[in-house]
């Protein structure tokens, strides 16, 4: 296995015990950094919605992660947690959680487990690529390089963000030079750049924009549309009610050019009511005074309109109302890809067969985040990057044992 994350991690339990000697390598002095990192301020494991409901948050590939998530899903996930001693519930918004919300405790409580099982650890080796042909494999290790033969290899290998922990996307170069189709590793779950003005830049980045809705169409003419939560950037938008679009937006953006996102500032009030309580006199209150007393905008909200409304909206209630229920944004770009949470792009399904192995490396499985798929943060992404392992180690095991000479009939 190499990746020690969750899917390289779960591939090798589901190989541990079966008489097959594992071994995970990572390039970190210790496994499951990335891991650790996203369960900081609350490991969320997975989703509590319903299964189909659950599917349609990965998108064009809902079809390819079907059958690994029909195997090793939320509940198979949940309960493979309460196996390590690790209790978990749900909370208000659906989202699952271990109930200590730590990730420390699990990942202790899962590599004791694996080395139980005889599974083997080997940190600082940074995989190269292939020794000549086949799954004999290299890497720079601590004493110099190495090369490790293998009878299967899981690659497990993580996206393209967050590379100082390990997810750099180095292993796009060697596959592809081994005729293995990989789509470009693009941010997902990522903010966006804007272009404020200094002045709304200095005053506002760092603040949350509450209780807001978005809307964006795609180029396909679809509406997509969402509630949530925000955050200001130096540079532009961020935050859960951002990443949730932002596939639509970074896809959008790259076919048409430019894309619009239109923020809903007062979600809980028509266009005709914000129209008419704009329209009333102010008399000698300020507009700030106003805008707060009759639609309740203040803070980063009324900055925001500032920022992207001209005086003559201002000037005429029924143009502001229209702006504080579709405000226009117009993002440039996505941020960079070692920003992003998670990356979409990877190795295409199409170069893998059913059970997850490569069809032009023969014995080389891929799972997890290297795989070229995407979801929301969630819990979407951790639950499909260890049903993708389970799946690879399946895979793996299965492989190994069509390789295995049978004794002759009557021998």
């Not at 493979?80 to 918004?93: C, P, R, Y």
């Amino acid at each position: 296995m190499i990746g020690g994350g969750p899917a390289g991690l779960m591939a090798a339990e589901t190989l541990a015990g079966t008489g097959v000697d594992v071994t995970v390598f990572d390039a970190m002095p210790s496994v499951g950094r990335k891991f650790l990192l996203a369960g900081r301020g609350g490991l969320n494991l997975t989703h509590s919605e319903a299964a189909d409901t659950f599917l349609t948050r990965y998108g064009e590939r809902r079809d390819a992660l079907a059958p690994m998530l029909a195997a090793f899903g939320p509940q198979a996930l949940r309960e493979w947690a309460h196996g390590l001693g690790v209790e978990t519930f749900i909370g208000s918004s659906g989202r699952v959680f271990p109930r200590e919300m730590k990730a420390a405790p699990l990942l202790r409580a899962w590599l004791a487990r694996l080395r139980a099982a005889g599974v083997h650890f080997a940190v600082r080796h940074r995989w190269l690529g292939w020794a000549g042909s086949g799954t004999a494999l290299r890497f720079a290790a601590p004493g110099g390089e190495r090369t490790v033969a293998a009878d299967a290899v899981v690659l497990a290998l993580g996206g393209g963000s967050w590379a100082r922990l390990g997810s750099d996307g180095a292993w796009v170069a060697p596959l592809r030079a081994a005729g293995v189709d990989v789509a470009t590793l693009q941010p997902a779950n990522c903010g966006f750049d804007i272009g404020w003005s200094a002045h709304f830049a200095e005053r506002f980045r760092g603040q949350p924009l509450k209780s807001v809705a978005a809307r964006v169409t795609d180029a396909g003419g679809r509406v997509h549309q969402r509630a949530g939560e925000a955050l200001i950037s130096a540079t532009g938008i961020e935050g859960g009610l951002i990443y949730v679009l932002s596939a639509v937006l970074r896809d959008t953006l790259r076919a048409q050019g430019s894309v619009t996102l239109h923020l809903d500032l007062a979600p809980g009030r028509s266009l005709e009511r914000l129209a008419a309580e704009l329209s009333r006199p102010r008399g000698r209150r300020s507009l700030a005074s106003h805008l707060q007393g009759q639609a309740g905008i203040k803070g980063v909200k009324a900055g925001l309109l500032h920022e992207c409304l001209g005086k003559a909206d201002f000037d005429d209630p029924a143009r502001l109302a229209a702006g504080i229920k579709a405000l226009p944004l117009r993002p440039a770009a996505p941020r960079p890809l070692d920003e992003a949470i998670s990356s979409a792009g990877g190795v295409r399904f199409e170069a893998l067969d059913s059970k997850l192995m490569l069809q032009a490396v023969p014995g080389v499985f891929c799972a997890g985040e290297m795989l070229d798929w995407e979801a929301p943060t969630g819990g979407y992404l951790l639950t499909a990057c260890f049903a993708s392992g389970a799946a690879a180690g399946r895979g793996v095991r299965a492989w190994l044992q069509d390789r295995t000479p049978r004794p002759a009939a009557g021998g």
